[in-house]
């Protein structure tokens, strides 16, 4: 049993039901699905387990991968167990359909979880909860490093249910601290055609409006500026000219309507604006290539070096201003908390479906950069 914020409500991560967590069943993930703890039901049971719960914790309910299940009939996902006691986190990976979002997830969870940077942000493991793991090796590992093969566009939704990958951050106890820190991030992909049109965004990707961050890919191959520039075998047959600054403002306004924000008034959510492929832009800045600090990857330290993400941040404006998409400037100031970065999840472009080898380039800046807005991570 344990003592929480009667005050605080948790979101579910798939459908975004808010609850309090003791009013929830607590039931096994086996396939069986036994309740093995009824939500209390009457009035004294439920005022008491806005304070006091039961904890998902001890041998009866590890064996039997128990979680709490969230209260929603159309939904029953079975919440990772430590979601009372976590700080939690939905990360909103959005772009259109082109931009190579699920590569990215695919070299920046690998990245995430080496040695090298759970050292650089002090975390001391991370944990993949329920079929994380599992989804992650088959949707995206299994195709970029292990058949170095291109991922499969994403389909439309079907289901109103967002299933997103769940990685547990521990953070050692530190003087200060009390107890060690515990950290859910939540990855949440769609497909460009759901975030398109704002009607099926709000219905199949309802995770948009409870973000706590958005990295927002770019895809070049849209701006004919940059196009124009590349060999000829690394063009598209078509330039598809749909604009990232509509993306991003048309997400933009469904969360400020989401949040009940008034028109023009900042959102205090970080975004990471992010051109993606950035391995193409060498062929746009032929003579500045030596000088572009966003063509190469940082230098490893151990500590976070936020003057490098200032760095980047004014290289990649300025690069927008003069080949990109440059409206994308001026939709970023709808944030009070921006960065823009570059980044490539492959480091090549595929031919014929295939890579050559993947060598990604600074693909954890977005997303080291966003944990540290949050004061999830510490910098120098």
């Excluded at 080898?357 to 950069?369: A, F, M």
């Amino acid at each position: 049993m344990a003592f929480i914020d009667p005050w605080r409500k948790l979101s579910c991560p798939s459908c975004g039901t808010q609850f309090y967590p003791g009013y929830c069943d607590i039931v096994s993930a086996l396939p069986n699905g036994t309740v093995l703890k009824k939500a209390p039901t009457s009035s004294i049971q439920r005022m008491l387990a806005r304070v006091w719960i039961t904890t998902v914790k001890g041998q009866k309910y590890v064996k039997q991968m128990a979680g709490r299940q969230c209260p929603n009939p159309a939904c029953n996902s079975i919440l990772p167990p430590n979601i009372e006691q976590a700080d939690n986190y939905l990360i909103a990976l959005i772009g259109d359909g082109s931009a190579g979002k699920s590569h990215y997830i695919a070299s920046c969870i690998q990245l995430l979880k080496q040695r090298e940077t759970l050292e650089l942000i002090g975390c001391s493991k991370i944990v993949g909860w329920g079929n994380t793991d599992t989804t992650y090796k088959n949707k995206y590992y299994n195709y970029v490093f292990g058949k170095l093969q291109q991922i499969p566009l994403t389909p439309r939704a079907t289901s109103e249910l967002n299933e997103p990958l769940i990685y547990e951050l521990i953070f050692p106890k530190e003087a200060g601290r009390k107890r060690a820190k515990i950290v859910n991030l939540f990855f949440y992909d769609s497909s460009g055609e759901d975030l398109a049109d704002q009607s099926r965004m709000v219905q199949y990707s309802s995770y948009v409006l409870k973000a706590s961050a958005f990295i927002f890919l770019a895809d070049p191959l849209t701006m004919p500026n940059i196009v124009k520039s590349l060999p000829d075998n690394l063009k598209p047959q078509v330039v598809r000219e749909s604009s990232s600054a509509d993306m991003l403002n048309r997400i933009t306004e469904t969360f400020r309507l989401g949040m009940g924000l008034s028109s023009g008034e900042a959102i205090d959510v970080p975004v990471a604006v992010t051109l993606s492929k950035s391995d193409l832009l060498k062929y746009v800045v032929r003579s500045e290539i030596s000088s572009t600090q966003f063509l190469y990857e940082g230098t490893s330290t151990n500590r976070l070096n936020t003057d490098d993400y200032a760095t980047i941040d004014s290289e990649v404006r300025n690069f927008i201003l003069r080949f990109g998409d440059k409206v994308l400037i001026q939709s970023s100031k709808l944030f009070n908390t921006v960065s823009f970065f570059a980044v490539s999840a492959t480091g090549w472009a595929a031919k014929d479906g295939h890579y050559p080898v993947i060598e990604s380039l600074r693909c954890l800046d977005p997303l080291l950069w966003i944990l540290w807005k949050l004061q999830v991570i510490d910098a120098d």
